[in-house]
């Protein structure tokens, strides 16, 4: 083989293993550039992850929120309502006063009194002014070892009790609270009281009355 047939196969084999390498590099190239689009989406599917996550938290929170203001809302409403249904309340009870049925109520007042604290010591009655005379005449028909005093509009005796005396001018609605023994014993029997008492402990069945929604609640 002559020389120039030498060279001319060296020639063709350089060019055979030159396009090898080519071919090789351009696969690895291309290997390459997939495996980063691969990565590259997984990476993008993890932040949406992230952000999907972070959105339904923040979306949960925001949904939370709303529902407690709109509860809050509903609440503060029944409320009101529920108050304004006991300030009637207390301007009926404000009215029996001056009914036919009044003497006899408060009659049955001072008879709870008596049961409740007894008749071991005398008592002292308070009432309102304007029912001085009625308690008295009860009081006789009684037969109570009991003195009255007209002074129901104050807080007796000061600092152990309160009467709840109705918002205007200060005046009780009626009834009466009783002491015994200098006032070391102290039964609050007035109106106000008893409505105080029954709202708070009737509160639910008020709030289903006015409502109509069996067994509702209020805080």
């Known amino acids: ?16 293993q030159i396009t090898e390498i080519e071919q090789a590099a351009e696969a690895e190239v291309k290997r390459i550039l997939s495996q980063a689009q691969i990565e590259a989406g997984a990476v993008r599917q993890k932040h949406l992850a992230a952000s999907q996550a972070l959105l339904q938290v923040e979306r949960t929170r925001l949904l939370n929120r709303a529902k407690q203001q709109a509860s809050q809302t509903v609440l503060r409403g029944r409320e009101a309502v529920i108050s304004s249904a006991l300030t009637t309340t207390m301007e009926c009870l404000a009215a029996l006063s001056n009914t036919n049925a009044y003497p006899q109520l408060l009659r049955q007042l001072t008879q ?5 604290l007894g008749m071991d010591e005398p008592l002292c009655l308070h009432v309102r002014e304007q029912d001085v005379e009625l308690m008295e005449r009860i009081v006789g028909e009684m037969k109570l070892p009991a003195s009255v005093t007209g002074d129901l509009k104050e ?17 009780s609605l009626g009834g009466l609270a009783a002491t015994v023994a200098a006032g070391r014993v102290t039964l609050n029997n007035t109106l ?25 609640q209020e805080g």
């Open 155 to 171: 807080v007796i005796p000061p600092g152990q009790m309160h009467f709840y005396p109705a918002e205007q001018n200060g005046q």
């Open 1 to 16: 083989m002559s020389l120039e047939h030498i060279l001319q196969a060296l020639e063709a084999e350089a060019e055979r």
């Open 192 to 216: 106000e009281a008893r409505l105080f008492r029954v709202s708070n402990l009737y509160r639910a069945q008020i709030a289903e009355i006015i409502f109509d929604e069996p067994g509702g």
């Open 112 to 116: 709870e009194a008596v049961d409740t």
